[in-house]
């Protein structure tokens, strides 16, 4: 099993940022993905961020040039670091770690931007 857990939600104005974090305990093997995914209220849950144990990264094209996502493999740590965030950018921001068929989801992390 796999435990995730997000960090570093909260309330920012818009034009602020924000890093995010996740990180990852139990039955962690090299590899995988770490994506970071976001929820707003009546939306369905979209991809924001995917990055993979070599470093390839994907973007949702709302976010390139914005957001960042990095990870730490000794740590077993992914990041989401957020500028410029937008209202729309406004929602429960999950983490989750693949590895072939199996998906791990964290909890999430409420981000609220003001306008």
């Known amino acids: 099993q796999v435990q995730l857990v997000e960090s570093g939600g909260g309330l920012v104005q818009a034009g602020g940022s924000l890093r995010l974090s996740c990180v990852a305990s139990?039955?962690?093997?090299?590899?995988?993905?770490m994506g970071w995914y976001r929820q707003a209220p009546g939306n369905q849950r979209e991809l924001v961020a995917a990055?993979?144990?070599?470093?390839?990264?994907n973007y949702a094209d709302s976010v390139k040039g914005r957001f960042t996502i990095s990870r730490d493999n000794a740590k077993n740590t992914a990041f989401l670091q957020m500028n410029s965030l937008k209202p729309e950018d406004a929602a429960v921001y999950y983490c989750?770690?693949?590895?072939?068929?199996?998906?791990?989801w964290g909890k999430g992390t409420l981000v609220t931007v003001s306008s």
């Open positions: 139990g039955s962690i093997f090299s590899g995988g993905v």
């Open positions: 990055i993979t144990s070599g470093g390839i990264t």
């Open positions: 989750k770690y693949s590895l072939g068929p199996l998906n791990y």
